[in-house]
């Protein structure tokens, strides 16, 4: 959900779209600088939380990259970082959401090893509440994070776990090669996330078709249904009980441009199709 005008007003747009969870950045996602939260921001933040029931969380910016080779975007990336861990912690929010990061010039397990230490790092350098959450990702380019093995490994080797959480990201992982169509497939691709990272770990689930097919390893979202996934992929995670408390977003494009110009919310779309898969 956007914070144009403010963190706060994220819950309003939630409650428009009837969601009863939301994502949000606490600053702008394509910029490495914020003007700090103040304590009547964090205030409304409270009440407007309070008044919708909503469920909120965050995801970091996409500029950091913890996994950079570049010793001066690394410092940068861990600053960033730093910064939207206390944005999270002023504002209670306990998920921050990030992509591991890109190995680039450098090895795969060069890569590895820089994001462990940069989650380390992070935690040494103060008391933090928020749980930095690894999100799987489509593996595009020199991204890493796109198999359960290699989140695990990045885990495990920050020797911070316990305070990491992860998030499934229906377009990612599915592009990653992990499949949810058929039930069977369905069911190994838990098991697997279960033995290997443990849905005790799973804090969140990114709800996204994709628009690309299985293992493209392209980070494409459609919207539910429209895309290679399709409904009998959803349609299972909807009726797991395994998932019934994981707060799970969309973030599937907003609009939908109509012919006349009107204006749909493709957010209520979205939840509707989802919801209507529930079985009674
Ligand atoms: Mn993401
Ligand atoms: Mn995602
Ligand atoms: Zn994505």
Known sequence: MSIAGGPHTAFARGEKSGCTAIQIFTKNQ????AKSLDDAEIAKFDTERERTGIFCFAHAAYLPNLASPDKALWRKSIEAMKVEMERCDALGLPYLIFHPGSHIS??????????????????????????????????????????????????????????????YDTCHAFAAGYDIREKGDYENTWREFDEILGIDKLAVIHLNDSKHDLGS?????????????????????????????????????????TRDGSDIDMDKVNLKTLRELVND
């Not at 060069?110 to 990702?137: K, P, Q």
């Not at 996934?229 to 408390?245: E, V, W």
Request: charged share 25%.
């Open 30 to 33: 394509n910029r490495w600088a």
């Open 217 to 257: 390893r392209k980070d494409r979202h459609e919207h539910i249904g429209k895309g290679y996934i399709g409904l009998d992929g959803f349609r299972n995670i909807m009726n797991d009980d395994r998932l019934s408390n994981i707060p799970m977003v969309l973030e599937t494009p907003k609009g939908l441009n």
């Open 106 to 167: 450098d090895t795969r397990k060069n890569g590895v090893e820089r994001v462990a230490r940069s989650l380390r790092e992070l935690y040494d350098s103060g008391n933090f509440s928020v749980a930095l959450t690894l999100e799987i990702t489509a593996g595009q380019g020199t991204n890493l994070g796109n198999s359960f093995e290699e989140l695990a490994e990045i885990i495990r080797l920050s020797g911070v776990g316990g305070l990491l959480k992860t998030c």
